[in-house]
């Protein structure tokens, strides 16, 4: 029996509310009975969750955004109030109201937040982060270092609260010269774990042996970016193929994926915030 086990689920939402040129999601709009089924698929997940006997963390990774659907808020204040659940946790644009989490189990909640300038206005994104932080909410923000991005980077830095961290993804196909890379660490002291992709093919990860992928259908894999399947989660299959494993992959290049890498020590740099994206050091 597994002591704890990390699961990214990604059920077949794929709305969103913006449309950020940059980002590498496809999106499409769900049509009543797609939403449905993602409502069914979340509402499987959080049954089975529900019944196991070991400690588990859960980070809903959606395509598009979960937050303004009903289902995803309601499965984490639940989530939350699980005694076996260590940590419940989703990425968010942060654009529906957070008030909702007043029913959380805040010791155990958690949000991963992303900014994008042009499609919210700034002070209403701010407006959120506040509130967040003033209901006791874990969260971390973030934004993608495009170079555009600069400026907005640096005031959101600068108005945040000096315990909030705020992460710099380095932009999908980016190269950053020396001088590029120290701008946006002095905004992200961590930005270097983001800058370049990590070479990973053979290297120790802990997907696949503490921590897995799962869908809308249970398919389990060991990540979001291996295809080749473990087993499903509703019929245990999965559990037969936990073991240790190395990267199949010749580079890593996404968060969600990399802070698994054992070798470059990143549990420890996140040491009780991996999921949510929180340096356990952080400010300091």
Not at 93 to 105: F, K
Request: aromatic residues 10%; hydrophobic residues 35%; negative net charge.
């Amino acid at each position: 029996m597994e002591e704890h086990l990390t699961v990214l689920y990604r059920g077949p939402l794929a709305s969103c509310d913006y449309d950020c040129p940059y980002c590498p999601f496809a999106k499409r709009r769900d049509t009543p009975e797609q939403l449905r089924a993602d409502r069914e698929a979340l509402e499987r997940f959080v049954g089975w969750v529900r019944e196991q006997d070991h400690e588990i963390s859960v980070l809903f990774t959606p395509w598009g955004e979960g937050l303004v659907r009903s289902w995803y808020r309601r499965a984490l204040v639940e989530l939350s109030h699980l005694p076996h659940v260590r940590r419940a946790a989703i990425q968010t644009n942060l654009s529906h109201r957070v008030d909702w989490t007043a029913d959380a189990d805040l010791s155990r909640l958690a949000l991963w937040c992303t900014y994008h300038p042009g499609q919210v206005p700034y002070e209403r994104f701010l407006g959120k982060c506040s509130d967040l932080a003033g209901r006791g909410v874990r969260f971390s923000v973030g934004i993608v270092g495009k170079a555009e991005h600069l400026d907005a980077a640096r005031r959101l830095r600068a108005d945040l609260p000096a315990d909030v961290y705020l992460w710099v993804n380095a932009a999908e196909g980016a190269t950053y010269t020396d001088a590029d890379a120290a701008l946006w660490s002095e905004i992200d002291p961590l930005f270097g774990f983001s800058r370049d992709p990590h070479p990973s093919r053979g290297l120790p990860c802990r997907t696949g042996e503490t921590v897995i992928s799962v869908d809308g259908n249970g398919t389990v894999r060991r990540c979001h970016f291996v295809p080749s399947v473990l087993g499903n989660l509703y019929d245990g299959s999965f559990r037969a193929a936990l073991r240790p494993r190395p990267c199949p992959l010749d580079l890593c290049d996404c968060h969600i994926g990399y802070v698994h890498l054992e070798p470059l020590g990143l549990y420890g740099v996140f040491a009780g915030g991996v999921l949510e994206r929180v340096p356990s050091a952080w400010p300091s």
